[in-house]
C-alpha cells in the first residue's frame, strides 16, 4: 500500500475530482467520457450512477461516479449485471464513504476511488490512502436524540440559527438532552454552534446535501426490532408506513402485500404496558412471513413526518443495506426527490 499526503481540497464536480485524483496519485491523465450505451441499461444502473469510461494504464476502465451511498453488496451485484456490457475493469467513485464500508470493499476486491481519501484499484495493483500525522479516532454512532436534530435541520433548514430551547420541545426531549446533542452535533463538525450569552446557538456547518454526505459513518437505521402485532392491538396509536410500504409513496417501487408501519419506542413500551395491565401474557412478538410488521423506532418517526408515510432520510436508512437491486435504485430515485 502506498501513501499520499493530502494537500488540498477535492474538486466539486465528481468526475472532476476524479480525474484530478488519479492525476496527483498516480500522475497519469485520464479523460472520463460518458459510457454510449449507459440510457440502454435498466433504470437500477443507470439511475444509481453516471457511468463513464476511460482508459488507465492503457487497461479499459468503466467508471461508476455514485453521488449517493451504495451498499457493498448491492454494489457487487450491480458491477455484476454491468458485466454483461463491459468485459474490462470496472471502478467505483464516491464523495465519501466510511471507513467500514471501504474496508468492505477491500474485502470483497471491489475496485474504488474516493478522491482526497483512498484510491483501490486491486487489478491495476493500485492502493494509495491518504496519510495523517495521527489516526482519526474511531467513529461512533450518533445517539438517537442527536440523530433526530440533525436529521430535522436536514429537513427543516432554518434561515437562521436555533437553541435547544428552540428545539426540545418539537422533539418531544427536555432541554437537557437536546443541549446534549447540540454538543455532540458540534463535536462532530456536523453543525456550527457559537456561545451567545447564556445560551448556545447552532445552525448547519455546510449544506443540508453537503452534512447529509459528511454524516453517513455516524448515521444508523432509527429501527430498533420488527415485530408482528394486530392493527387492532395497537388501538388508536399513530403508526405511519415505514420500510417498503413507504418507499413506494415515494419511488416507482410496487408496495408490499403486507403493509410496514413505524411506531415510536416510547409509544410501544406504553402500548405494551396497557395491554399487560389487562393480559399478564400479552406481548409484542417477533414477525413471522406474511404478517403485518411493525418497526420499532429509537424515535417517534412523527416528529420528522408531514404525512402518512415515515421522512425519506430515516426511510433511506432504515434501507440503505438492502441487497435488493430493486430497492437501493427506488432509494435513489426518492433521494434525488429531496428538495436539498
Known sequence: MLETTRTSDTPHDLADAAEAYVARTLHVTIGLRPWPIADQLPPYLSGAYRLMQAELGGVPVLWLLADEPVAPRALQKHIDALGTHWAGTTVA????????????????????????????????????????????????????????????????????????????????????????????????????????????????????????????????????????????????????????????????LAAPVAPARAIGALQAREIEAIRRAVDDRWAIVAREEGEEETEVWSYDPRVLSDGPAVDRLSLFLSLRDDTDERVQAALTEMLRGMSW
Open 93 to 252: 467513485v464516491f464523495r465519501s464513504i466510511p471507513s467500514y464500508v471501504r474496508q468492505r470493499l477491500v474485502q470483497r476486491g471491489i475496485a474504488f476511488v474516493v478522491p482526497g481519501a483512498q484510491l483501490y484499484l486491486p487489478d491495476l495493483g493500485f492502493d494509495f490512502r491518504e496519510r495523517t500525522t495521527a489516526p482519526p479516532p474511531e467513529r461512533e454512532h450518533l445517539r438517537p436524540s442527536a440523530q433526530l436534530l440533525l436529521l430535522r435541520l436536514l429537513h427543516r433548514t432554518p434561515g437562521g440559527t436555533l437553541t435547544a430551547s428552540d428545539v426540545a420541545s418539537a422533539l418531544g426531549y427536555t432541554l437537557m438532552t437536546m443541549s446534549r446533542a447540540v454538543a455532540e452535533l458540534d463535536a462532530a463538525g456536523l453543525i456550527a454552534a457559537t456561545k451567545a450569552g447564556r445560551a448556545k446557538t447552532f445552525r448547519l456547518a455546510a449544506g443540508p446535501r453537503e452534512t447529509w454526505e459528511a454524516a453517513q459513518s455516524r448515521l444508523r437505521t432509527p429501527v430498533v426490532r420488527r415485530v408482528a402485532v394486530p392493527a387492532v392491538e395497537w388501538g388508536d396509536a399513530p403508526r405511519l408506513r415505514a420500510g417498503l410500504s413507504a418507499l413506494a409513496e415515494y419511488s416507482q
